[in-house]
């Protein structure tokens, strides 16, 4: 458990996620979507990823199901990160940043981005049986406010 646990936290930490999507973050010039999804699921659904995966893992789930609790990680993770775009994009107009997908594409296309990333989150706990009511409210609410920026 602990071998696994370590190889999650290195893996989702290191150059080619966490730091790698911040260094991207910050200094990359060229964006188009797949570098925006790219530094979407390095910098932020990385951290979520990996608190999905050993909350999972330390709390008795099934090994054959890592994978699906990995991409249920990366559903939430890129909601959270495209739905502070849309919070953050006139501070990031004004200071020139690049990286910020409501920006690069629309904010109308932003919302459907996040209200699809809810439902490939929802539909992904309920095909691992892990539904609850906190987590039912916390997607329907950041579904319903992604909605407030059309």
């Known amino acids: ?3 696994r ?3 999650f ?3 989702l930490n290191g150059i080619h996620a966490l730091i790698g999507g911040q260094y991207l973050d910050l200094y990359e010039e060229n964006l188009d979507r797949k570098k925006i999804y790219e530094i979407i699921e390095k910098k932020t659904a990385s951290l979520f990823q990996l608190s999905f995966l050993l909350g999972y893992l330390f709390g008795g789930g ?3 199901k890592l994978k699906q609790v990995e991409e249920v990680g990366f559903h939430f ?3 959270c990160q495209i739905l502070d775009d849309l ?3 006139e501070k990031d107009r004004a200071a020139g940043k690049k990286a910020n997908f409501a920006l690069l594409f629309s904010k109308e296309e932003a919302v459907q981005a996040v209200q699809e990333h809810v ?4 539909q992904g706990l309920s ?3 892990l539904e609850s009511q906190p987590l039912s409210l916390l997607a329907d609410g950041m579904s319903r406010l992604a909605s407030t920026y059309n």
Do not use: K
């Open 1 to 3: 458990l602990a071998e």
């Open 5 to 7: 646990a370590t190889h």
């Open 9 to 11: 936290a290195s893996r």
């Open 62 to 64: 099934e090994q054959d």
């Open 77 to 79: 993770g890129a909601a």
């Open 87 to 89: 919070d953050d994009m």
């Open 119 to 122: 439902l490939q989150f929802q």
């Open 127 to 129: 095909a691992l049986g």
